[in-house]
């Protein structure tokens, strides 16, 4: 039964062992079905003469909205919500960063000292003959700017393509501030003002590009500066990283600032032996949600797992304490959490969660409040009942930021996306994708995000993960250098070269920001056209749940990407807003979002349109047959032609050639 609604075994394992003690967020969809009129959009409670529900003959509400006006508001809302989400935890990392280099804080510092300098550069903040704390006040100075500005345009626009910038400017969808774009969406939206669905769409992506080129990749360049710039590292993932000897202590939500001194407080002498005081051999860490992308990338901390198991991390008896912050929090984890031993410590001033302890956390006095949590969470240790931490957990590797990427095509000096376009162009990689996004309890947990990164490498797309995906993506194995076995022919050989598996952990949510970068980089390095519109590029978000994703996919579209969500068009009672966000908006900014539940048709339109983009720019068909005949590929091939002592055979002939001596 349980295996109908997950496909990680461990998932299903607690699922199963609690079935009669807990109810999760599995038994609530099961029981709890959508509502048919709000999930098509077809509702309209922008004010109190509604809800009006635009179903049957009736085609407009009280005051007259169309079902087209009524669909276009609800989604510029949650796209609104979405991107003030991720734009306040970028204003909170300026803040922090300020507070940083004024030496007001405990236990920040400036750890990428070469990051910010490239971001100050980027700002237009000048570090000659400056101190390094004097250039991060001003590149914080100037971060909050970005949102609060009411004129011009937000800075980071100028990142973009010239095309692309111009392409914005014509269409009058520069994001002028990112908190201007959010109020002003809130504004048109709200009843009796914007009422053609287009213009509101045309302001949503406004509002979104505010998001991925503002909010987001401002929160992505803080973070480096202050908690360092990822590179590859190995960890582990799944529940079977709790530790039945160790203090578990499970760090859910976003914002890395609080997470960064846990995982420093982790290992705090004082509190190791506090914890070995109360029979524990040590303090084991482990992330749920985007916070654990943060941690994994930086430090290696493994993730127990993505939104969906935030309640059976719980469940395993064997969580000490669970400490969360902002966004993605089930309401349902106090309630879990009281049935056993588990803490649920609550520490965001913006979010009070009724049966939780409230820990504030202020950066001011950042490691005494991870201090006051850890020891909170050993203090739980001696209390904890039978356990049942599945023994299951996969290898990963993660840690692959845009400039990492950049440097293992070309060094330190000579930083490139040469290898990779070339690779593009040469037809050994088919194109590259993007799945990102959330677990949905409404479809089978990673069942989408699995199957369709696997279908997508077997065909030679280059994958790049975030998010809950990544998280999905790693549990199944995706994430090991090992699977390049299951990529097609022409990727096999490309990850070999370069030595990188073919699924790429790029971060969290806000990350997302990083694949901007890497596809502007990808676009302006020559030969594969000149804008990300021109490249053979998917976005995929197979089982999205949150209104960030919306954000995250509409700034993705606004950029010129091709973008598919699974799960359930959120639109769909509106046939021009559907049609405007897909084909309106591909006529117009080169990207568009459809949605499209099944996953074989989500795939076919996927490779459908890489392809035409690889015809566009006058490329060889791709071919799954060209490549192969090099690298490990061409041992096995003669292994099974010739045998494999023959081969050892001829190898040893010619020790130091990498050529087997019959083919030199
Ligand atoms: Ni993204 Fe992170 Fe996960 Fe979805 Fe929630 S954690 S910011 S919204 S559920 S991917």
Redesign the pocket.
């Given at each position: 039964m349980s295996d109908e609604l997950s496909v990680d075994r461990a998932a299903c394992m607690i699922l199963e062992s609690c079935e009669e003690e807990i109810v999760t967020a599995f038994d609530r969809a099961g029981s709890l079905k959508p509502c048919p009129i709000g999930s098509e959009s077809l509702c309209c409670k922008v004010c109190y003469m509604g809800p009006c529900r635009l179903v049957g003959k009736t085609d407009r509400g009280v005051c007259g909205a169309t079902r087209a006006t009524v669909a276009a508001r609800n989604f510029a809302r949650s796209v609104a919500a979405g991107a003030s989400a991720?734009s306040d935890h970028g204003r909170d990392l300026a803040f922090t960063l300020m507070a940083a280099a004024q030496g007001e804080t405990q236990g920040y510092r400036i750890r990428d000292v070469n990051k910010l300098y490239a971001v100050a550069e980027l700002l237009g903040i000048e570090t000659k003959n400056r101190s390094v704390n004097d250039i991060a006040y001003d590149v914080g100075k100037e971060a909050l700017d970005n949102f609060g500005r009411q004129r011009g345009t937000i800075t980071y626009l100028s990142r973009a393509t010239r095309r692309r910038q111009a392409l914005w400017k014509e269409l009058d969808i520069e994001p002028r501030g990112i908190d201007r774009e959010v109020v002003e969406l809130l504004h048109r939206t709200h009843m009796g003002v914007d009422q053609d669905a287009e213009h509101i769409l045309d302001a949503t992506m406004r509002c979104a590009l505010g998001d991925g080129w503002g909010g987001s990749m401002l929160a992505t360049d803080i973070s480096d500066i202050l908690f360092g710039t990822p590179s590859p590292l190995q960890s582990q993932v799944n529940l079977g990283v709790l530790k039945e000897d160790q203090v578990n202590i499970v760090l859910h939500g976003?914002e890395p600032t609080l997470s960064e001194m846990i995982v420093a407080a982790s290992s705090d002498p004082e509190l190791l032996d506090y914890a070995a005081s109360k029979g524990a051999k040590g303090i084991n860490l482990a992330g749920i949600?985007?916070t654990a992308n943060e941690v994994l990338m930086r430090h290696g901390i493994p993730p127990a797992g993505?939104?969906l198991s935030q309640e059976l991390a719980i469940a395993t008896g064997a969580v000490e304490a669970m400490v969360v912050d902002v966004?993605?929090i089930m309401q349902a984890l106090a309630d879990v959490a009281k049935r056993f031993h588990t803490k649920l410590i609550a520490t965001s001033k913006k979010a009070k969660i009724e049966g939780a302890e409230f820990i504030p956390f202020d950066e001011h006095k950042a490691y005494d409040s991870a201090k006051a949590i850890v020891r909170a969470a050993i203090d739980q240790f001696p209390k904890r009942g039978s356990t049942r931490i599945p023994p299951i957990k996969e290898e990963l590797i993660a840690g692959f930021s845009h400039e990492y990427i950049g440097y293992m095509q070309g060094g330190l000096y000579r930083s490139s996306f040469r290898p990779l376009n070339d690779a593009i162009i040469a037809g050994r990689i088919r194109g590259l994708a993007g799945v990102?996004?959330?677990?949905n309890a409404r479809v089978k947990q990673d069942e989408g995000i699995t199957k369709i990164i696997r279908e997508l490498i077997r065909n030679d797309v280059l994958v790049v993960v975030t998010?809950?995906?990544a998280t999905g993506a790693a549990k199944d194995g995706y994430l090991r250098p090992e699977f390049m076995e299951e990529a097609g022919a022409g990727l096999r050989e490309v990850c070999e070269a370069i030595g990188i598996p073919p699924v790429l952990h790029v971060g969290?949510?806000?990350d997302n920001s990083r694949i901007l970068t890497i596809l502007t980089q990808c676009a302006t390095e020559g030969g594969l056209g000149d804008d990300i519109s021109d490249l053979p590029a998917v976005g995929i978000c197979p089982e999205?749940?949150?209104e960030?994703?919306v954000s995250i996919g509409t700034y993705v579209a606004a950029s010129g990407i091709y973008v598919l969500f699974g799960v359930h068009n959120p639109v769909g009672g509106s046939p021009e807003v559907v049609d405007l966000i897909s084909n309106g908006w591909m006529k117009k900014v080169g990207g568009g979002i459809v949605w499209e539940p099944d996953t074989d048709k989500l795939l076919e339109l996927a490779f459908a349109h890489i392809d035409r983009k690889r015809r566009d720019l006058g490329l060889a068909a791709y071919d799954p047959t060209r490549f192969g005949a090099s690298g490990d590929r061409l041992i096995e091939k003669l292994e099974q032609q010739l045998g494999q002592e023959q081969v050892v055979g001829l190898y040893s002939a010619n020790p130091s050639s990498s050529t087997p001596a019959a083919e030199s």
């Open positions: 991720h976003h949600c985007c993505n939104f966004q993605c990102v996004g959330c677990n998010g809950c995906a969290s949510c806000v999205y749940m949150s960030k994703a």
